[in-house]
């Protein structure tokens, strides 16, 4: 069920896991989620991705709480955990189980990696105990397709390019795709905006909601942020972490890779100052139309 809401009212979130803590690249992602949802008046929450244990950073947690807070953002409503939503995620893998519309999978990793590409269905008729397997979500034959804000029409083919993808692991931990599209529905979230690198995953999840019967947010895909070698900038690639005393330039430059033009006298300025200025002058159309953008040019 998702949370009680006016129908017409914008509801944003921020969504960051805690294996690492804030970089730049976070920092570009909070701030066009915020603004996007800030200019029109809308909420804005943040909700910690923590439903991979052996990934996450002692610490993290808290640590990009404090970021954000330093940096002048500003949530509505207590931080949601999705740890504390397993209920929720696995009665919907239930209600998958007994529709035959997800299925259990002892592929081992080995007779995967002989088979790149769309998993080859392998289990799909095969019955297995749901019991130390992962579980699968049986794809249609079919292409999935939305207009995302930025990055324009985007299509994939399930059953061609995915095929039957894991909604929770053979170690118990649920998925991040089960797991986002349930979270976004009960908070009520309208506009999803993210980084490009989750662009691919989003016909999953319109298939997903499609099945269970939530509503479908509007999708804003930003650019990555590009290191000189080529990786994203990342908590995997060891990204240096958001100074706490460096908010007000660091949210300037993040700014200007939105593709917005903050005034001059705002160099200098506390945090508070430059965010209600972005809002009120917040333009989602200026951001670069495409999917990636060089950190080295961003200055």
């Known amino acids: 069920m998702t949370s009680p809401r006016p129908a017409d009212r914008y509801v944003g979130r921020f969504a960051p896991t805690p294996s690492g803590y804030l970089h730049f690249g976070s920092l570009f992602a909070a701030l066009a989620s915020y603004l996007d949802a800030r200019a029109v008046g809308g909420g804005w929450l943040l909700r910690m991705e923590d439903i991979d244990p052996p990934r996450e950073m002692p610490g993290a947690q808290a640590a990009i709480v404090e970021t954000l807070r330093r940096y002048g953002f500003v949530w509505d409503g207590a931080m949601l955990r999705q740890s504390q939503r397993q209920a929720a995620y696995e009665a919907a893998i239930e209600h998958l189980l007994d529709a035959d519309l997800?299925?259990?999978?002892?592929?081992?990793?080995?007779?995967?990696?002989?088979?790149?590409?769309?998993?080859?269905?392998?289990?799909?008729?095969?019955?297995?105990?749901?019991?130390?397997?992962?579980?699968?979500?049986?794809?249609?034959?079919?292409?999935?397709?939305?207009?995302?804000r930025v990055q324009g029409e985007y299509r994939q083919h399930l059953g061609r390019e995915v095929g039957d993808f894991v909604i929770r692991r053979r170690d118990g931990l649920v998925a991040y795709q089960l797991a986002v599209v349930l979270d976004?529905?009960?908070?009520?979230?309208?506009?999803?905006?993210?980084?490009?690198?989750?662009?691919?995953?989003?016909?999953?999840?319109?298939?997903?909601?499609?099945?269970?019967?939530?509503?479908?947010?509007?999708?804003?895909?930003?650019?990555?942020?590009?290191?000189?070698?080529?990786?994203?900038?990342?908590?995997?690639?060891?990204?240096?972490?958001?100074?706490?005393?460096?908010?007000?330039?660091?949210?300037?430059?993040?700014?200007?890779?939105?593709?917005?033009?903050?005034?001059?006298?705002?160099?200098?300025?506390?945090?508070?100052?430059?965010?209600?200025?972005?809002?009120?002058?917040?333009?989602?159309?200026?951001?670069?139309?495409?999917?990636?953008?060089?950190?080295?040019?961003?200055?």
């Open 184 to 299: 976004d529905a009960w908070q009520g979230v309208t506009d999803v905006v993210r980084g490009a690198d989750l662009l691919d995953s989003t016909p999953r999840q319109l298939y997903l909601q499609e099945l269970l019967g939530l509503p479908q947010p509007r999708y804003l895909h930003l650019p990555l942020i590009i290191q000189p070698d080529g990786h994203k900038l990342g908590k995997s690639y060891r990204s240096p972490p958001l100074p706490p005393d460096e908010a007000s330039p660091l949210l300037l430059r993040a700014l200007r890779a939105l593709g917005q033009q903050p005034a001059a006298e705002l160099a200098g300025a506390p945090a508070a100052e430059i965010l209600a200025w972005a809002v009120a002058h917040w333009d989602a159309g200026r951001i670069p139309r495409t999917r990636a953008l060089a950190e080295a040019q961003l200055r």
């Open 102 to 148: 997800a299925y259990a999978c002892t592929c081992s990793r080995k007779q995967l990696q002989a088979h790149p590409g769309a998993y080859p269905g392998f289990c799909r008729d095969a019955g297995h105990a749901p019991r130390d397997a992962a579980i699968r979500l049986r794809v249609p034959d079919r292409e999935y397709h939305f207009c995302d």
